[in-house]
């Protein structure tokens, strides 16, 4: 559980709300709120900040313009700038992020999105459930811009994450585009190709078996992962299974050297290697602190495959 990063109950004691110049230059605050007891937060603004809050566990009900509605794990909501609300609940916990505004609205821009469905949510809240194969993602990028917050990796995963919920609440409504659709095209195969991998039971093994799934060139996939998230394909792939490696090791009891295997690494010490440069720890020491399914601990243990 993502909440377990930060153990201490943020009760929000500070009387005025975060604004964007609190954690500039970079692009996003992130904190976790948990809690047993009833709590509520009044009502409030974020002057130029877009605030999403990610519900983790449990059930909350949320207030926007004078209607409160409910919302339960997997669900996300994401409150405009000059929208008013306020949140209450209990046994509960959720991931809150505060974006500038600015830097939502670049993304609209860059990604051609103003029209027809990208202007009105530029200034205004929504709500979305996860689909299912993308919580667990969600979740441990969640605790990866957690952990590495101002910080260039905490921005590349912010990015990750944006990219996730525009496909779900921009692309997934934008209309089908004639051909002649400057733009259009281009930035719909990269979206619709980041789901699928991510969505993917088994990843993709090779740039190769990438461009077969995209229907392009191995040369168009390159140079679009260069440019949409400033790595080449392959290592992306890689930071795919190392990610989906760390998710089964905190959501299941799948035994490492099972999950070393079916996610094709050729050998223990080599993934190993990898995890620890990637995650700071080593896997089995990772689960533990972590995981969270009862009765992980009894891993195989690290210095049988140093």
């Known amino acids: ?10 009760r929000f004691a500070e009387d005025r709300e975060i604004r964007a110049e609190d954690f500039a230059p970079w692009s996003y605050n992130l904190h976790f709120l948990t809690t ?12 130029g900040c877009f605030e999403i809050v990610y519900v983790l566990n449990g059930c909350v009900e949320h207030q926007l313009e004078g209607q409160w ?13 000059e929208e008013y609300h306020s949140i209450r609940g209990e046994n509960f916990s959720f991931a809150n992020l505060i ?26 809240g929504f709500s979305i459930g996860i689909a299912p194969p993308q919580v667990g993602e969600i979740e441990l990028i969640l605790d990866r ?4 917050q101002q910080t260039f990796e905490g921005e590349r995963q912010l990015r990750r994450l944006l990219a996730i919920l525009f496909f779900q609440v921009f692309w ?11 733009g259009k095209e281009t930035t719909l195969w990269w979206a619709e190709l980041v789901r699928r991998v991510e969505a993917a039971q088994v990843l993709p ?43 089964l090791l905190r959501k299941t009891n799948r035994s490492i050297p ?11 010490p080599h993934f190993y290697r990898l995890f620890k440069e990637r995650f700071g720890l080593p896997p089995g020491e990772f689960r533990r602190v972590f995981g969270d399914v009862p009765g992980t601990d009894a891993v195989l243990g690290e210095s049988s495959v140093r």
């Open 258 to 268: 099972d999950i070393v295997f079916s996610l094709d690494y050729s050998g223990l």
């Open 99 to 124: 974006i500038p505004v600015d830097f939502w609205s670049s993304w609209v821009d860059a990604l051609n999105l103003e029209d027809p469905v990208g202007s009105p949510k530029r200034c205004r």
């Open 172 to 182: 997934s409504e934008v209309p089908e585009q004639p051909q002649s659709a400057p």
């Open 36 to 47: 047993n007891e009833p709590w509520t937060y009044r009502n409030h603004r974020h002057d």
């Open 145 to 148: 811009m957690f952990r590495h």
């Open 69 to 81: 509605h409910s919302f339960s794990q997997g669900d996300l909501l994401a409150i405009g700038e």
């Open 205 to 247: 093994g090779s740039p190769r078996e990438l461009a077969e799934i995209a229907g392009m060139s191995r040369e168009h996939v390159a140079r679009s992962c260069r440019l949409y998230l400033d790595c080449s394909p392959s290592t992306w792939l890689n930071r795919l299974r190392l990610e989906r490696a760390a998710l």
């Open 1 to 10: 559980m993502a909440t377990k990063l930060k153990t201490v109950i943020e």
